[in-house]
């Protein structure tokens, strides 16, 4: 017996002072626990302050059962459940039997509301009892936070969002998730919990409580007026035609700012929603778009001038027994190359192309490599693919003896639609090639912590003499009667672009389909905006040339935007004097000041003028007016003496 107490002295002795700390740190870990409390995510805004995206609070309430007294139980208890009746709707009777079982069970994590808005909340809160909070009401707060897009599903993918999976993998998308990480996240606090019973786990307030630092709010370059008008253009036209998907950028011209992005794809049922982010990380041969890439390179090298005549044959001509085609059946004969780029004649670019880069090739690519055609535009937004542009000095297999001549009108290239209205953009902007911008500026409340400005990747693709001729050209599109974009011309306001259709899946002709696109800006003079449409894979027995689908999306963009928006915010004010309205302004003010308790002559005056004439006089007259216009007949005459309250009937027609 004194061996065994000796062994026991020891083993106690040990576990105090040898392996104390051991022990301590493993109850620990079963009973508390650190938790982390994430920061509010910044909220991202239009570029005029309209809220985009935002972090809603979302609360559970929760109620320890054992923390509030005996007396003080009692007192609030019935209070408590009738607050929770009114509430919620069930009895009274019914919450004053589950609190108190709660009690009896000791259940310290008690549900009361789940998932509640934070006015909710702060009504939950005041109710008797919980109102003394977590020591003496035994309130329990626990805050979650839910990323709401105001603007429902409108430009939902371009905002973007970031969103984790349970294995802890980590989706961003747009803008949300492309500036989350360096900017909307901020910095998540820190507390403990202690378990309280199987899977329960209460809250404890202590000094080591770290607060979260809420993230910084993002003003975005969108102009929620602008994205209304695209997302609903292209919506129309893309039910309309029946197409799998398409898009549709706005861009402002001197600065690259990104005014709308719209992205739509069909689901199973036949909706269209923001399905996938096609603008930024779809890429996809250009079709007819590109022929002023080709034109502009050619014309810069000095080997293409817009007056040379080419030969469209009758709309087919061949290269190593593969034939190039012209929409038009049996072409257009001996036509200038400007002629050739304004009714899109397939022949008559790859004559040209053919005839000036023929034998050099890789020079006509050189020129791509100078205007930055073969570049990323290195865009915060995740998915950017590079451009595709074969060299015969890249052995990768996309070289051949026909590249040159299906580059020359779109095929064998590849771009996503925004780098190619990067490109179109430069022309509206005399040269200089911006980058597209999506931010304005990085705030913490009304101070600005990051500003973003322009930047430049290009200060002159071409000279500027290039750039006037192929302006004209692209004007001439829409301006002249044999232009493939003539029907979207308005005298009303100019605009200037380039149509494009593009066969997709063309190697296998049962999956043959298309890519309609109009790439373009406006003012045609002064370009204000740029913009591209592309559709994908519009119904065939509906349309599918580029005029036709994505012409009249960029039409009603420029035709509303020009309405809603004004290009001009200044209004000249106009002084104009009309004798006759002077006239009758004389008249009747001498008329107003000659007669105050008298009856005048009204009788040829305007309706109008004479009521507030008789209106206006010392005697407080009734006046009652039969018909509209000019009056022809006044009950009273004129110079007898009005009374008070006398009745005055005027007759207008």
Request: proline fraction near 4%.
């Amino acid at each position: 017996m004194f061996v065994f107490g000796l062994a026991v002295v020891f083993k106690l002795v040990s576990i105090q002072f040898f392996q104390g700390e051991k022990y301590k740190a493993m109850a620990s870990e079963r009973v508390v626990k650190n938790v982390v409390i994430p920061a509010n995510r910044g909220n991202v805004y239009s570029v005029k302050g309209n809220l985009l995206a935002t972090s809603i609070p979302k609360y559970d309430i929760r109620f320890d059962a054992i923390t509030p007294s005996a007396k003080t139980f009692e007192k609030y208890v019935k209070p408590l459940s009738d607050s929770l009746s009114e509430y919620a709707g069930k009895p009274s009777s019914y919450y004053q039997n589950e609190i108190r079982k709660a009690r009896a069970n000791k259940n310290r994590y008690y549900l009361i509301a789940r998932n509640v808005g934070y006015s909710d909340y702060i009504r939950l809160r005041n109710f008797p009892l919980l109102k003394l909070g977590a020591f003496k009401g035994g309130l329990i707060v626990e805050q979650t936070t839910k990323r709401e897009h105001p603007m429902g599903g409108i430009a939902q993918r371009s905002i973007g969002y970031e969103r984790f999976d349970e294995k802890g993998n980590v989706t961003r998308a747009g803008i949300d998730g492309a500036f989350g990480v360096k900017y909307l996240r901020g910095t998540d606090g820190q507390r403990k919990k202690q378990q309280i019973g199987k899977g329960q786990w209460k809250p404890l307030n202590d000094a080591n409580e770290i607060d979260p630092k809420n993230g910084y709010d993002v003003y975005t370059t969108i102009d929620v007026n602008i994205q209304d008008i695209a997302h609903h253009a292209l919506l129309e036209q893309l039910e309309k035609y029946k197409a799998d998907h398409g898009c549709v950028v706005v861009m402002e011209t001197k600065t690259g700012e990104i005014r709308a992005i719209s992205n739509l794809g069909r689901n199973s049922d036949g909706y269209y929603y923001e399905r996938l982010n096609y603008a930024v990380g779809e890429s996809h041969e250009s079709g007819s778009t590109f022929k002023l890439m080709a034109l502009t390179a050619g014309i810069e090298d000095k080997v293409i001038d817009t007056s040379d005549v080419v030969d469209t044959e009758k709309g087919i001509i061949w290269f190593y027994g593969k034939s190039v085609r012209d929409s038009h059946h049996g072409g257009y004969g001996k036509i200038t190359v400007s002629k050739a780029f304004e009714v899109s004649s397939n022949t008559g670019i790859v004559r040209a192309v053919d005839k000036a880069y023929g034998k050099t090739p890789s020079k006509f690519v050189d020129r791509l490599y100078a205007m930055n055609l073969n570049n990323h535009l290195d865009l915060p937004i995740i998915g950017e693919p590079k451009p595709v542009i074969p060299d015969p000095r890249i052995k990768n297999g996309r070289w051949s003896g026909i590249a040159l001549q299906w580059m020359a009108y779109g095929y064998g290239v590849s771009f996503t639609p925004l780098q190619t209205l990067t490109f179109y953009n430069a022309i509206a902007n005399d040269g200089e090639m911006v980058k597209p911008q999506f931010l304005r500026e990085v705030k913490e409340f009304d101070h600005v912590v990051v500003p973003f400005k322009k930047e430049v990747i290009n200060k002159q693709i071409c000279s500027k003499e290039t750039v006037l001729k192929v302006q004209q050209l692209l004007k001439n599109v829409v301006e002249k009667k044999h232009g493939t974009g003539h029907r979207l011309y308005s005298e009303n306001f100019s605009m200037a672009g380039k149509t494009g259709t593009c066969q997709k899946d063309y190697a296998n002709k049962d999956k043959l389909s298309y890519i309609s696109s109009f790439a373009g800006y406006f003012p045609a003079e002064n370009p204000k905006y740029s913009c591209i449409v592309v559709v994908h894979e519009p119904d065939k027995s509906v349309g599918y040339y580029g005029a036709d689908v994505s012409g009249p999306v960029f039409k009603k963009i420029a035709q509303k935007i020009f309405t809603d928006t004004p290009i001009t915010d200044e209004v000249k004010s106009l002084q104009v004097r009309v004798a006759s309205v002077e006239n009758e302004y004389e008249n009747f003010y001498k008329t107003a000041q000659a007669y105050k308790t008298v009856m005048p002559n009204v009788v040829g005056l305007p309706a109008m003028d004479a009521l507030a004439l008789l209106e206006n006089m010392q005697v407080k007259v009734k006046v009652k007016l039969e018909g509209n216009g000019v009056v022809k007949k006044q009950s009273i005459d004129q110079n007898i003496k009005l009374k008070n309250n006398q009745v005055v009937v005027l007759s207008a027609s």
